[in-house]
């Protein structure tokens, strides 16, 4: 069975980060296995309408409000009417809404279903319990996750969360990780700083690489604290980080102080593409987060052939194998132990590159993350949709109040639904052609052909 | 991989006709063809290799599957304690001490307003209690702080020079807010001294290193003795006002923190004392206030710890993996 399926996020290129690339490369995957995807984000500057983008994926840059850090403001019922005409001419057969932060991505699972749509949903991050914020977060989260068909978490730790969060039953939520595209990491034994060799030529140098955004809940606290030890113990490492965020300060800081010019090195904000450049000049990477779902940082790192030092938090012990990775507590002294130890990995030669970026090949593909998603897509098929009185009832059981606020909410945009369906009839909607995928896909191959020849 | 045909189920020899599964064990037929021979049959008793909380291997199970240790790592109520109701009880002294202290405060104004006290003796008995008070707090410190003894003089200066300034600003803060009228002033007092309430630190048991404890409080509270001195009669009253309101808000409490760290006895003496002098204080201007002043003190005393208790039972915390881990710090 091939879908027609709407991935939905607030996050999709040009922004940066995890979650665009989990949705471009999934759609791509899910695009050679056949299926028709289409992304809906809101506009990004003056990108907005549709766009194309590699194998025909079609992105939707729908004009919206930006309140905080790329995320819409949430208007329950704005999106609606431009929603349900994109879903028509594109004849959507699933909803995929992609974060928990997007509103966009909540707006559109209630209203596909309103629409008698299939609709699932990926939780990319953890949350907790105790503060505000993450109260409200998961009450919304609660509501729209009431009425869906199926819900996919990046590790088992995030699956226990979002269950916890949600209220749901865990038989509804699957666990894919996310992947990573091996060829984009290959180890590369040359690009180790040459001229830091020279300096200190008795044994092995070892550098140690911190790729991530600089900021609190990445533990920048702890690599301030644990960085001037770390030099100190070891006369032979050296630091390189990347990335930006308002705890740079803190790290200038703490070079000026500790004299650590020559041994810390910043490099700034960086490009997806540089990321790699950034990984094979290391020997060990080091991730201090205080929460992470899932961590794509330390297998795209292992995948370069890094010996990964990280914080024991979230999912991440479930992602690499004990040869790949040293955790540590989130605690100062730990974390110097453990790179303690794993510089003294690495000056026995423990650590072979190129077999890390082989067995994390095996791993962690694309390829069979499109494939698990699809056997969601065939279940959730199969079920059966839910009558308007069924789905008040979920709702109402959400919270004494909420529930109530809730079926509110639902009639209200059950009507908006009745209105737009006599207002703009599904008749009149125009089909959009769907991009010929198999004949894109045989003219590149000839042109290769050509290129051969 | 080359298929291998089951006609017989390899646990129980039930024969399989064209069914998947052999109903007599549930032995799954399409997944054994599939499956390495070898390691099946050497583990005959265990069919599937037990599920694992990992990622990076590939298990033979559906990617839904819930494993019976779903949600072990969830840890519910860790950092509740149980209360003692005694405990909780003298803890509330801080909060009937700091209404006392308003209570008496407002009395105070009350009587200057009313001119049934003199300026002349408000200013004498707050400076000697700040005296008497400052004597204590100097005997006490300077026995955990040795360097304490060079600033006495600079504390000294500090005290003069701030009064004499004040002094000076008196005339100005009288005429401050004069056109206001009274409701508004009455009004905004009211609401300044909540605020003063809520926002009071009562948790702090720091005396030396004080970050001016809940300046947002103390800033209130001087506010609207600001806006209480312009109903005054004369200067010296705004000073006296004023003096006090600094003596009574800023400095107190590190007085009472350091009363409440010395002994429990001394603590709950002092709050019986203060609500005494408020109570006889209130009791010539008004009774009503009176009664509702120890109501609400004996609720806050006797009620309020009783309801705490009775409402932890409803405390639901809930712990896990997914939260954030708080960075534990040696070195700074």
Request: positive net charge; charged residues 20%.
């Given at each position: ?249 803190d790290l200038e800081q703490m070079r000026e102080k500790y004299l650590l010019h020559d041994r810390v090195e910043l490099v700034g904000t ?184 | ?332």
């Open positions: 069975m091939r879908y027609n399926i709407a991935m939905v996020s607030d996050f999709f290129y040009p922004n940066m980060g995890g979650v665009e690339s989990h949705l471009y490369q999934l759609s791509q995957r899910l695009i050679q296995r056949g299926h028709k995807i289409i992304i809906i984000t809101h506009s990004y500057g003056n990108r907005t309408g549709i766009r194309y983008l590699t194998n025909g994926l079609k992105v939707y840059y729908v004009p919206h409000m930006v309140i905080y850090s790329e995320a819409t403001l949430p208007t329950i019922y704005g999106f609606f009417p431009i929603f349900r005409n994109i879903v028509k001419r594109e004849k959507i057969d699933i909803v995929h809404g992609h974060q928990a932060f997007s509103s966009l991505c909540h707006e559109a699972i209630l209203h596909s279903r309103t629409m008698g749509m299939k609709a699932c949903f990926t939780d990319h991050s953890l949350f907790g319990f105790a503060d505000a914020s993450s109260i409200l977060t998961n009450k919304l989260l609660k509501f729209t996750l009431s009425d869906i068909d199926h819900v996919i978490c990046v590790s088992h730790t995030s699956k226990e969360n979002t269950v916890l969060r949600a209220a749901l039953n865990p038989q509804m939520v699957s666990v894919i990780p996310n992947a990573v595209v091996a060829s984009q990491f290959k180890p590369d034994p040359g690009a180790q700083d040459p001229n830091f060799s020279k300096y200190f030529n008795t044994y092995i140098k070892v550098t140690i690489v911190v790729a991530s955004r600089l900021v609190y809940r990445k533990g920048m606290d702890l690599l301030v604290a644990a960085i001037p030890r770390i030099c100190q113990m070891h006369s032979k490492v050296k630091f390189i980080i990347g990335g930006d965020g308002p705890k740079r300060i960086l490009m997806q593409h540089e990321v790699r450049n950034l990984l094979t000049k290391g020997h060990i990477f080091l991730n201090t987060s205080l929460t992470e779902a899932f961590c794509i940082g330390i297998v795209e790192a292992a995948c370069c052939g890094l010996l990964v030092v990280s914080t024991k938090v979230g999912g991440v012990p479930e992602v690499l194998p004990k040869h790949m990775i040293i955790f540590a507590k989130p605690e100062e002294d730990d974390l110097v132990n453990a790179v303690g130890r794993a510089i003294e990995m690495i000056r026995l030669k423990e650590v072979i590159p190129i077999k890390f970026h082989d067995e994390i090949k095996e791993m962690y593909s694309w390829v069979n993350v499109a494939e698990r998603t699809e056997k969601v897509y065939d279940a959730i098929w199969k079920m059966r949709i839910p009558p308007l009185m069924e789905r008040l009832r979920r709702y109402y059981g959400c919270g004494l109040w909420a529930g109530k606020i809730f079926c509110i909410l639902i009639a209200i945009d059950y009507l908006i639904w009745r209105f737009l369906e006599w207002l703009f009839p599904e008749e009149d909607i125009e089909i959009a052609p769907a991009f010929p995928y198999q004949k894109y896909n045989k003219m590149c191959q000839m042109a290769d052909k050509d290129d051969d020849d | 991989m080359s298929e291998i045909n089951i006609n017989f189920c390899p646990f129980d020899g039930y024969f399989l006709g064209d069914e998947d599964k052999c109903s007599f064990c549930g032995f799954d037929r399409i997944f054994a063809a599939n499956k390495n021979w070898g390691s099946l049959t050497n583990s005959p008793t265990n069919k599937r290799e037990p599920w694992r909380k990992l990622l990076w291997i590939k298990q033979d199970y559906p990617d839904n599957y819930v494993d019976s240790t779903f949600l072990e790592e969830l840890e519910k109520n860790v950092n509740v304690r149980a209360y003692d109701y005694w405990a909780v009880l003298k803890e509330s002294c801080v909060i009937s001490q700091h209404i006392s202290s308003i209570v008496i405060f407002i009395a105070v104004f009350i009587y200057l307003y009313l001119d049934m006290l003199s300026a002349q003796n408000l200013i004498i008995s707050g400076t000697v209690f700040t005296i008497i008070g400052y004597i204590f707090w100097d005997k006490s410190i300077s026995k955990t702080d040795p360097s304490y003894e060079y600033k006495r003089w600079k504390t000294a200066k500090g005290a003069v020079l701030f009064f004499a300034t004040l002094l000076c600003l008196s005339p100005i803060l009288k005429t401050l807010t004069k056109d206001t009228s009274s409701d508004t002033i009455w009004a905004l007092t009211v609401i300044l001294f909540l605020a003063n309430m809520l926002f009071h630190d009562y948790g702090s048991e720091n005396r030396t290193n004080i970050k001016f404890p809940g300046s947002l409080s103390t800033n209130a509270a001087i506010f609207s003795s600001v806006l209480l001195a312009s109903r005054l009669p004369s200067n010296s009253h705004v000073f006296g006002l004023m003096s006090f309101a600094i003596e009574w808000f800023a400095l107190f409490p590190i007085f009472r923190r350091y009363i409440k760290s010395l002994s429990v006895e001394f603590n709950i003496a002092l709050t019986c004392l203060l609500f005494m002098l408020a109570t006889v204080l209130f009791l010539n201007i008004s009774k009503t206030i009176v009664i509702l002043y120890i109501l609400g003190i004996t609720f806050i005393t006797f009620v309020c710890p009783f309801w705490l208790i009775w409402i932890q039972k409803y405390k639901n915390e809930i712990h896990g993996p997914w939260d954030e881990a708080r960075p534990k710090i040696t070195t700074y």
